[in-house]
Structure formats: C-alpha cells, structure tokens
Nanobody, 126 residues
Framework: QVQLVESGGGLVQPGGSLRLSCSAS????????IGWFRQAPGKEREGVSC????????YYAHSVKGRFTISRDNAKNTVYLQMNSLKPEDTGLYYC???????????????????WGQGTLVTVSS
C-alpha cells in the first residue's frame, strides 16, 4: 500500500545538475520527515540529506553541503533533491524513505518506515 518512487536520475557531466524527485502513492508525505540516501557499487549506503515534516530543519552530509538542496512541495506530494556541481563521487543509486522523526534521519538510527525501493541511478562521468 505504501510505496515511494524515486525519479530524475541520469547521466551527467561533472559540474552538471540533476533534480531528483521522491513521490508517494497512497499517503501524504507532509506528515513525515524524508531522507535521501545513496549507494555506489561496493560502497556502504550513506545518508545524503534530510528534511523535517514542517520544513523547519534540513540536514546535509558534509560531502554534499553547498551543492545539494532538499525541498518539498506538499501540494504535489513530492520531495526534491536539487544536485548541483556534481562530481564523479556522487555516482550511485539514490533512494528516499520516510521517518517519523527528523532526528532519526539525521542520526541514521533505526526508524526508517520504508524498505529500500528501486531507487534512481545517478551517473556523473566525462
């Protein structure tokens, strides 16, 4: 019944931009904190960004600060991740998931409400 769908990935040159979208089917995302995560082949999954349910707080991993921006549009029931100045090390599968509490997303503690979905592939290469 609950499913999040990631989209917007693709192949981009270093320094380019992409905007990822996280959309919901069957529930309003506005009730939850949302986190973006990514995983490259052979690497551990890492947290990228989080946004609170009320848009009061945002969090960014050190590796993406100043380059990525997380936002949400509750009217469209969508959370976005604007990615600028992309680097090859940004390559990976990007996932989104819900949390009841913003701090759970930031800390990486157990509390994700969704299993990892299909994700959207971001490839940054010359």
């Amino acid at each position: 019944q609950v499913q999040l769908v990631e989209s917007g990935g693709g192949l981009v040159q270093p320094g380019g931009s992409l905007r990822l979208s996280c959309s919901a089917s069957g529930l309003p995302l506005g009730y939850y904190a949302i986190g973006w995560f990514r995983q490259a082949p052979g690497k551990e999954r890492e947290g990228v960004s989080c946004i609170s349910r009320g848009d009061q707080n945002t969090y960014y991993a050190h590796s993406v600060k100043g380059r990525f921006t997380i936002s949400r549009d509750n009217a469209k029931n969508t959370v976005y991740l604007q990615m600028n100045s992309l680097k090859p090390e940004d390559t990976g599968l990007y996932y989104c998931t819900r949390y009841s509490l913003f701090n759970q997303c930031v800390s990486g503690s157990s509390g994700a409400l969704d299993a990892w979905g299909q994700g959207t592939l971001v490839t940054v290469s010359s």
